[in-house]
């Protein structure tokens, strides 16, 4: 159902479905958002009403195997930051958590971080911009990250203006 009722404590089982087919050669995208509609406040009730809203991604994957295939490109924008721009030049969308940059020859020194979660969505590209240390640039940059399957280590191409 697209509205229902849910009373403390039950459950609601939702069927979703796609109208259209799933691409041939690559993943879908899609957001599944769901939205209370809180009734309305009794008369004597004074302070905020607070309704839940989630966005869940959905992806509808191919027929044909899908994977991601990612490069990143950093660049130092200015003395305290670093911008790394991820391309997907895959057929399936990369979920990357806990961004950690540091020089490939030190791989324990952070050098920057990001925490949230961000994806890349298949011939995207993302750019995140990062409160750093000083990097030198003539050295290659490892980025290691979260994925839903485990940690990965991606080496990024260093651009110098």
């Given at each position: ?43 004597n009730?004074?302070?905020?009403q ?12 191919p ?9 990143v ?65 003539t ?12 940690l ?10």
């Amino acid at each position: 159902p697209q509205v229902f009722r849910l009373k403390a404590g039950a459950t609601q089982l939702l069927r979703i479905g796609a109208l259209r087919k799933p691409d041939p050669l690559k993943e879908m995208p899609y957001r599944l958002v769901l939205e209370e509609i809180p009734p309305p406040p009794s008369p004597n009730v004074k302070g905020l009403q607070v309704a839940l809203r989630v966005s869940i991604p959905v992806f509808l994957q191919p027929p044909v195997e899908s994977k991601d295939k990612i490069d990143v490109v950093a660049r130092q924008e200015t003395p305290q930051q670093l911008r790394l721009i991820f391309s997907n030049t895959g057929n399936a969308s990369a979920v990357f958590s806990k961004v950690s940059v540091s020089q490939t020859d030190t791989p324990d020194g952070l050098l920057a971080s990001h925490g949230s979660v961000i994806y890349v969505l298949p011939s995207q590209r993302r750019e995140l911009v990062l409160d750093s240390k000083a990097i030198d640039l003539t050295k290659n940059l490892l980025i290691r990250a979260r994925t839903p399957t485990g940690l990965v280590n991606l080496d990024a191409v260093v651009e110098t203006r």
